[in-house]
């Protein structure tokens, strides 16, 4: 089992920045691709960014590359998501999540694990 808490959510106006931090514990993995998704009121839960274990391959969706941007530090067990230039857009619930060793999916149907989300809210 692997536990995983996101925290950085809150408030922010558009325009503003947010970074977002996924802790994982329990069996914890380093070889796990972590990952971002978000859900936004009435909407499907969608992929956001993705890494490997190394950091060497990094996915992002398309409309949120060059805005978003994602890491990780494997010595703390913890995935980062630094959000700059928010849209009300955005706004969202935000989850991290784990997928086993291999090629980077961007189908929340390929991960394991996830967090309970943190709220992202972006005012005009």
């Known amino acids: 089992q692997v536990q995983l808490v996101e925290s950085g959510g809150g408030l922010v106006q558009a325009g503003g920045s947010l970074r977002l931090s996924c802790a994982a514990s329990?069996?914890?993995?380093?070889?796990?691709?972590m990952g971002w998704f978000r859900q936004a009121p009435g909407k499907e839960r969608e992929f956001v960014a993705a890494i490997t274990r190394s950091g060497g391959v990094i996915y992002y969706a398309d409309s949120l590359k060059g805005r978003f941007t994602i890491s990780r530090d494997n010595a703390k067990n913890t995935v980062y998501l630094q959000m700059n230039s928010l849209k009300p857009d955005d706004t969202a619930v935000y989850y991290c999540?784990?997928?086993?060793?291999?090629?980077?999916?961007?189908?929340?149907?390929?991960?394991?694990?996830w967090g309970q989300g943190t709220q992202v809210t972006v005012s005009s």
């Open positions: 999540a784990t997928q086993p060793p291999g090629r980077v999916r961007t189908s929340d149907s390929s991960y394991d694990y």
């Open positions: 329990g069996r914890t993995s380093s070889s796990y691709v």
